[in-house]
């Protein structure tokens, strides 16, 4: 799961018509250049998640690509030159088990409900994939004309067709625990409404917000960032050490190359390839 958070938690990407467009261009864009599968994706006024699959092991060009363009596209857009995005780097969570892919597909989905900003999630106004998900359908959006150009590399248009890797199961069951998730995260938001006695913003409300506004709520600072989401301990703990055996592996190859020699690096590393002296195992 990749998320990433606009700077200041500002409301940059607050839903209008050309924001939800420039996103979903930009991430089936990325997804078709770099050959990342997207599951999900769910975009927030200030912030994003995408759920994806990474057969190749590009998820930094597909991040890079999705993230740059959409900051240039949308600064465009609202006469800005400063950061988009929060300094820190996006987060980037790995989903051990099927069961820990649904949980977070389900929890992405039900952000907007869980924030008591609709009661639905297919009541956002915003970018999200839900319908396309449970339905099966392929998403085709046209190049906003407001910032790239007709002569450009970008494609007219571009499909976003979200992916299920086999390993995952059947499709048919998948959606049908995720709306099992979805429907009791909305039960409770119902739940905490009617104890408080409080109505959502609703999808106008939401609209109206200044994109240069950001919540009132305190978030926590310097907390851990997770790399691993499994809810079998053993799962995690095994996803951890393969972790930890990773990064070991990668500075030892590192060391080696820095001092001249040829160095076989971890499968999974990114930044050195193509370097001289470098092999990457497989």
């Not at 050959?35 to 890079?64: E, K, R």
């Not at 046209?142 to 150009?149: C, D, Q, S, V």
């Not at 050195?272 to 002296?277: A, C, L, S, T």
């Amino acid at each position: 799961m990749v998320t990433r958070r606009c700077t200041q938690r500002t409301f940059l990407l607050r839903p209008d018509e050309v924001t939800n467009q420039v996103f979903l261009y930009c991430l089936a864009h990325a997804a078709q250049k770099t050959g990342v599968q997207v599951l999900y994706a769910m975009v927030m006024s200030n912030h994003h998640h995408a759920i994806v699959h990474d057969p190749d092991g590009v998820l930094p060009a597909f991040t890079q690509e999705l993230h740059s363009l959409t900051a240039r596209a949308l600064n465009a857009l609202r006469g800005r030159w400063e950061n988009f995005w929060a300094d820190e780097q996006p987060g980037q969570v790995e989903l051990v088990e099927e069961r820990d892919v649904l949980d977070k597909i389900a929890y992405a989905a039900a952000n907007p409900v869980t924030a008591q900003l609709v009661e639905h999630v297919e009541h956002w106004p915003g970018v999200h994939t839900t319908a396309a998900f449970f339905g099966g359908q392929d998403m085709q959006v046209e190049r906003p004309a407001h910032f790239f150009r007709e002569q450009g590399p970008t494609p007219e248009r571009v499909v976003l067709r979200l992916a299920w890797p086999e390993h995952l199961g059947p499709i048919e069951e998948a959606r049908r625990k995720v709306r099992q998730r979805l429907d009791d995260l909305e039960a409770l938001a119902r739940q905490q409404r009617v104890s408080e006695r409080r109505a959502v913003l609703g999808r106008a409300g939401v609209r109206r917000q200044d994109f240069r506004s950001c919540p009132n709520t305190w978030e926590p600072r310097r907390a851990l960032r997770p790399r691993i989401a499994a809810r079998n301990r053993w799962a995690r703990v095994e996803a951890l050490q393969r972790n930890r055996a990773f990064q070991d592996a990668y500075r030892a190859a590192l060391q080696q190359w820095l001092a001249g020699l040829p160095a076989v690096f971890p499968a999974g590393t990114y930044k050195m390839r193509g370097k001289p002296g470098v092999v990457i195992q497989e």
